[in-house]
């Protein structure tokens, strides 16, 4: 139903032109008068149809205004898609202040679990020392080290937490606001939970398994670095074994100190 201006107007043009030769040959006064006036006293059904005052006219032009609206002038789909990203931009918008409510909570998961990873040997050596083996049923963790734990974890972020970050937020997979609400969200609940049941788990690997498994339902499985994945793989491998190496070592370097 849509046509272009130039198209129109020669169609109205064509009617017109034929319109006067048939005047010529016997029309009515008052038909040739309509033709020169403007058309108004035509009877031909094409023109009143194609004529932007006639009825017809205007309902075409009124169809057509409203899928110009949802299409574009050009009958393509530029003005929806053009909605959705402002709507998208708005959304992700909402997200980014959301997001800095997850990070907040998982914050408090990290300190929940992480932090009394590193915290508890000391409480529980520092027990042992001053009341003995008897003392250790119920040990009440001193809040300096739990300040001092903070500190640590704090320091840690400034000097090297932009490596990992870069790692997990922009390697493995397209991250955004929205997707890192979820990331957040998933892996602060299995944190959390982990912590109530008392079961000491790290905060990394639930952040690394729930950025897979967003970009995996986002994108499907060709929007997931799965190389670097398999290098964090292999270093979560690595690093049991060369930790209990370097506490070994440790050991047996301090242990006639200690002894004597």
Known sequence: ???????????????????????????????????????????????????????????????EEAEGALTGSDGSSDGGDRQQEELAAAAEKIFMFLQVFTASLKSYAHGA?????????????????IHGAAGCSHVVTPFWVLAAGGLGIVLGLACLGHKVMQTIGTGLTSINFSRGFCVELGSTLAVVTASLAGMPVSSTHCQVGSIIAVGLMESGAGAVNWRLLGKVAVSWLVTVPAAAAAAALLLVATRPLIVS
């Open 1 to 63: 139903r849509t046509c272009r201006p130039s198209a129109l107007a020669s169609v109205q043009l064509s009617v017109l032109r034929k319109d006067g030769k048939g005047g010529d040959g016997g029309s009515s006064p008052g038909e040739s008068g309509g033709h020169d006036g403007g058309g108004s006293g035509s009877s031909d059904p094409r023109l009143r149809g194609s004529l932007p005052g006639s009825p017809r006219g205007g309902e075409e032009g009124g169809e």
């Open 113 to 129: 679990n992480d932090t009394a990873n590193a915290a508890g040997p000391y409480t529980a050596v520092q027990a042992l020392y």
